[in-house]
């Protein structure tokens, strides 16, 4: 397994493991307010899941700003249950991972049209780094938006996801 892969695997576990513990606590704590980066947990939850769809569909060959146009409705699509958030997210993960699995050049370039911020040529390497580390600053509002309700979050560090073991990721 190469660098890139193991980020990405990481990236999934950490989702999946934070969406678990949202999963064991009310169900109205989805829609509940918050003072902070989102109006709710699912809002959050929706923006990660847009950003980390848009990605892939740059990754598999989408021009960014087609990209964009595709997943910008995503990100305002709030779902009724956290299962309906794990299935998103989990159906994307194989999705990723099928991908991941089929490259045999993750250092590979493309020249990137980012509408915000120009163009560049970019590694697929730099793009996976990229939504791992998006999703590690949302799933760390996440955090802050369950305490600022009063529940504990979860432990999803990568590396505590290094002594995870195979199955579980």
């Given at each position: 397994m190469n660098h890139p892969e193991q980020m990405y695997n990481y990236h999934s576990w950490a989702t999946?493991?934070?969406?678990?513990?949202?999963?064991?606590?009310?169900?109205?704590?989805?829609?509940?307010?918050?003072n902070s980066s989102f109006a709710t947990i699912a809002h959050a939850l929706s923006h990660i899941y847009a950003v980390d769809k848009m990605w892939y569909l740059v990754l598999t060959g989408t021009g960014m700003p087609e990209?964009?146009?595709?997943?910008?409705?995503?990100?305002?699509e709030i779902h009724g249950s956290i299962d309906e958030y794990i299935q998103c997210f989990a159906d994307l993960?194989?999705?990723?991972?099928?991908?991941?699995?089929?490259?045999?050049?993750?250092?590979?370039?493309?020249?990137?049209?980012?509408?915000?911020a120009g163009v560049r040529e970019t590694s697929l390497s730099e793009m996976v780094f990229h939504l791992v580390n998006h999703g590690t600053y949302?799933?760390?509002?996440?955090?802050?938006?369950?305490?600022q309700l009063g529940h504990a979050s979860i432990m999803n560090d990568y590396s505590l996801f290094w002594y995870q073991e195979p199955?579980?990721?």
């Open positions: 999946q493991t934070i969406l678990s513990r949202i999963k064991e606590l009310p169900a109205s704590v989805l829609s509940q307010e918050v990209a964009l146009q595709a997943c910008i409705p995503l990100n305002s993960s194989v999705q990723y991972r099928e991908w991941l699995q089929g490259q045999t050049d993750l250092e590979k370039t493309i020249l990137l049209d980012n509408p915000f949302h799933r760390g509002n996440v955090s802050t938006m369950l305490r199955a579980q990721v």
